[in-house]
Structures are given as structure tokens and as C-alpha cells.
Nanobody
Framework: QVLLVESGGGLVQAEGSLRLACASS?????????MAWFRQAPGKNREFVAA????????AYVDSVKGRFTISRDNAKGTADLQMNSLKPEDTAVYYC????????????????????WGQGTLVTVSS
């Protein structure tokens, strides 16, 4: 059983910062796992934001957040965080943490279908 719980969402003004945290229970961090953050804005499909391999050596970002967001993980603590800087109103969405068990410690996945484990989401609202 893998449980993911997000925290850290809230209301912030444009150009502000937030740090989202994803806490995992179960075997997610004991076994090799790719972790990711997705987001879903009102009326839109859920989209990929960032992913990090189990080793942390490989990361991937959607173009719209490159240079502003940073994904990181602490396997000892079982956490995966998303530092969000220079936030824009278009970053407003529910942010979801996702996990996938992999055999490759350097692998990242970029699509929803590859992640079987999801958190409940945390709302980020950026005001202009």
C-alpha cells in the first residue's frame, strides 16, 4: 500500500514563492521510485509539471516552469518537494504528487498513465 500526502498549498501573490511537500508511506521510497508533480487548473486536463528519478540524478520539467520550479527528494525521509518561485497567475491549480515504482534508479516518466499512485492534491492560488 502506497500513500502520498501533499501539503504546502495556499494563496500567494504573483512573483511569490511556495514549497509543496509530498510525504510517502509504504514502500515508495524503499523500492526504486520515480516521483512527480502534476497540476490541474479549473476546466483543464491534468498536466505534467516535474519529475525526479529515484537517485535524484535525473529531473524533468514542463517548459512553462523551467527556471522557476525545482523538484527534490529525500529518500531517507520519504519526501519529494516542489519549490515554486516567481509564481504566475497561470500556475493556479490543484497540484498532485505521483509515484511509480521502477527498476531503473535514473528513470523519469512524463505522462499520467505511468503513475499508479497519487495524492489527494493541494490547491495553489496565485493572485495578480
Amino acid at each position: 500500500q502506497v500513500l502520498l500526502v501533499e501539503s504546502g498549498g495556499g494563496l500567494v501573490q504573483a512573483e511569490g514563492s511556495l514549497r509543496l511537500a509530498c510525504a510517502s508511506s509504504g514502500s515508495t521510497f524503499t523500492l526504486h521510485s520515480t516521483m512527480a508533480w502534476f497540476r490541474q487548473a479549473p476546466g483543464k486536463n491534468r498536466e505534467f509539471v516535474a519529475a525526479i528519478s529515484w537517485s535524484g540524478s535525473k529531473v524533468a520539467y514542463v517548459d512553462s516552469v523551467k527556471g522557476r520550479f525545482t523538484i527534490s527528494r529525500d529518500n531517507a525521509k520519504g519526501t519529494a518537494d516542489l519549490q515554486m518561485n516567481s509564481l504566475k497567475p497561470e500556475d493556479t491549480a490543484v497540484y498532485y504528487c505521483a509515484a511509480a515504482i521502477t527498476r531503473d534508479r535514473t528513470l523519469v516518466f512524463l505522462t499520467l498513465k505511468e503513475y499508479p499512485y497519487w495524492g489527494q492534491g493541494t490547491l495553489v492560488t496565485v493572485s495578480s
